[in-house]
């Protein structure tokens, strides 16, 4: 009996101590949002309307085990009161009632929390990897599942590098992140009036780019 129990603790201990092990390969990153951008494109028979942030417009952050990016998670969030498409009573027009109504901070933030990466095998330092990003896109504190299609690359800087760059906010370890993903207004229960069919479409085209730094 003694050696079925002592037997039993440690194969406890050594569960206990691969997932510690897991949970310590994993790094934490936040976004550098100066060198970060997201758009928002609208693709109507009359008109065409690109939507524009970066920099303080942005917020995230990322955890990930370069051997195990597949389970990778984090969040991003876009803040709409930034987003401007070169018209001012355009973009006054979308942050208020039907559309986005920012007025209202759950509304002020359209957000993605990543769930799981399909990538073809461990993040290697200065490789493109294709990726489909799977997560929850919140739009209008209306969340529905999405899959983003886009590249990671994992930059890893030598000693001498991070003093050439540390200035610009580069660390030893970074992340390029570069996503596509659609949506539509009514996935977010928002309808375009019909009256504006021609010039605003009800799909949604969505693109990031996105730097995110080991702190």
Same mark, same amino acid.
């Given at each position: 009996?003694?050696?079925?129990?002592?037997?039993?603790?440690?194969?406890?201990?050594?569960?206990?101590?691969?997932?510690?092990t897991a949970a310590a390969d994993a790094l934490s990153f936040k976004l550098l949002p100066r060198y970060s951008y997201a758009t928002f494109k609208s693709d109507?028979?009359?008109?065409? /309307?690109?939507?524009?942030?970066?920099?303080?417009?942005?917020?995230?952050?990322?955890?990930?085990?370069?051997?195990?990016?597949?389970?990778?998670?984090?969040?991003?969030?876009?803040?709409?009161? #930034?987003?401007? #498409?070169?018209?001012?009573?355009?973009?006054?027009?979308?942050?208020?009632?039907?559309?986005?109504?920012?007025?209202?901070?759950?509304?002020?933030?359209? #957000?993605?929390?990543?769930?799981? /990466?399909?990538?073809?095998?461990?993040?290697?330092?200065?490789?493109?990897?294709?990726?489909?990003?799977?997560?929850?896109?919140?739009?209008?504190?209306?969340?529905?599942?999405?899959?983003?299609?886009? #590249?990671?690359?994992?930059?890893?800087?030598?000693?001498?590098?991070?003093?050439?760059?540390?200035?610009?906010?580069?660390?030893?370890?970074?992340?390029?992140?570069?996503?596509?993903?659609?949506?539509?207004?009514?996935?977010?229960?928002?309808? /375009?009036?019909?009256?504006?069919?021609?010039?605003?479409?009800?799909?949604?085209?969505?693109?990031?780019?996105?730097?995110?730094?080991?702190?």
């Amino acid at each position: 009996m003694s050696r079925a129990l002592t037997a039993a603790a440690l194969a406890g201990l050594a569960v206990t101590a691969a997932a510690t092990t897991a949970a310590a390969d994993a790094l934490s990153f936040k976004l550098l949002p100066r060198y970060s951008y997201a758009t928002f494109k609208s693709d109507a028979p009359l008109e065409t /309307v690109v939507g524009h942030t970066a920099d303080t417009g942005l917020q995230g952050e990322l955890t990930v085990d370069p051997a195990r990016p597949q389970e990778a998670r984090g969040t991003v969030k876009v803040d709409m009161n #930034t987003v401007r #498409t070169g018209v001012d009573k355009r973009d006054a027009d979308m942050r208020a009632k039907p559309y986005l109504e920012t007025d209202v901070e759950g509304n002020r933030w359209v #957000t993605f929390d990543v769930k799981h /990466v399909e990538i073809a095998g461990p993040l290697e330092p200065g490789k493109p990897m294709p990726a489909k990003i799977r997560g929850v896109l919140t739009v209008k504190q209306k969340p529905v599942e999405r899959v983003a299609d886009g #590249t990671v690359t994992y930059i890893k800087l030598s000693p001498e590098q991070v003093e050439q760059q540390k200035r610009f906010g580069f660390t030893s370890d970074n992340i390029k992140v570069r996503t596509r993903l659609a949506t539509t207004f009514t996935d977010h229960a928002m309808q /375009v009036p019909q009256l504006l069919i021609l010039k605003l479409a009800n799909d949604i085209f969505i693109e990031t780019d996105l730097t995110f730094i080991k702190p």
